[in-house]
């Protein structure tokens, strides 16, 4: 059997495909030649329209020799046109907030699909759409050229090769990785995978990776590769430790509204006590690195209390400013 080919649903080709829709659905037996006219457009292209149709959109499209033009054989809607209004403006809605991973092919490709299912009703959500918004934020520089070739060795599970500065290396160190998962951490774009010389699971930034290659050699990806389960239960973004901690902090101030407000972990407990001004949460996560941050934010009103040696961290953190302030 000859595999049919893939084609991709475009804006232009949407709209073609929308307007054959209603001619057929109106029984005006319209003919190929008629339509090509009326879109201003090839007869090869209306016929490869009417088997996309056909084929794809599983259309009940029949031909009447007599009348030598199209019908449908029962009754039929095309299915992108039984979206409810509520669904395209909550997808229309999706659209804005992905404006946040601007810059990447991804976004591209998402935004192209919304606007293609979206295009047949998105009249009328314009008004309610303009009162959804995305705060102008930071959002990291990106090569499209390595994020696209990284796109494709992900999809052909293929390692890489690329140069990358992290935080901690003196200039750039060359790496072999097995990529798992893309990351998208506000407005920030992280690799996460198998790095070979390290035999261990690492997380690369995005905009640091340069001179990306895709290599031969195909791997298997993991069972268990996702990452949010190597956070121990913490919801701190885009960072891990090889080992789950539990932490106590107390938070003071306007900062205790804003402990009540989120879910910071899986398992977080929240304690009150009023009487002395304070509210403590309880939770597990291997992300110290960030916790720290996030403790630091608050300045003083919060103070880490469990474990020992994440207050330590945090007490020369505050120390190493307090040299600054004093000048020594």
Known sequence: MKKKPNRAITHQMLERLTYIHNRIKAECFPKTSELAKELECSVPTIS???????DRFNAPIEYNPQKKGFYYSEKY???????????????????????????????????????????????????FIDRIAVPPMPYAIIDEAVFTALYQAMIQNRTIEFDYCGVLDRGKVHRRVRPYQLLFDDGRYFLFG????????????????????????????PENYDFISRCGGGRFGSFMEPETVTYRIAFYGESRLAIKDSVWADNQKI?????????????????????????????SNAQPLEPEDFVQDWQAEIRAMLRWISGV
């Open 48 to 54: 490869r329209d009417i088997t996309f149709l056909r």
């Open 77 to 127: 809607e095309m299915p992108i046109q039984n979206i409810s209004q509520k669904d395209v403006t909550a997808l229309v809605a999706a659209k804005t907030l992905l404006q946040q991973y601007q810059g990447t092919p991804i976004y591209k490709e998402l935004v192209a699909a919304i606007d293609v299912i979206t295009f047949p009703q998105r009249q009328g959500t314009g008004a």
């Open 194 to 221: 198998y790095a070979e010389e390290r035999q261990a699971e690492r997380l690369f930034y995005i905009p640091r990776i340069e001179h990306l290659c895709t290599t031969d050699e195909l791997f298997t990806l």
């Open 271 to 299: 304690t009150e006590y009023d009487e002395e001004g304070k509210t403590e949460i309880v939770f597990s996560a291997a992300q110290g690195y960030r916790i720290l941050k996030w403790v630091l934010s608050h300045g």
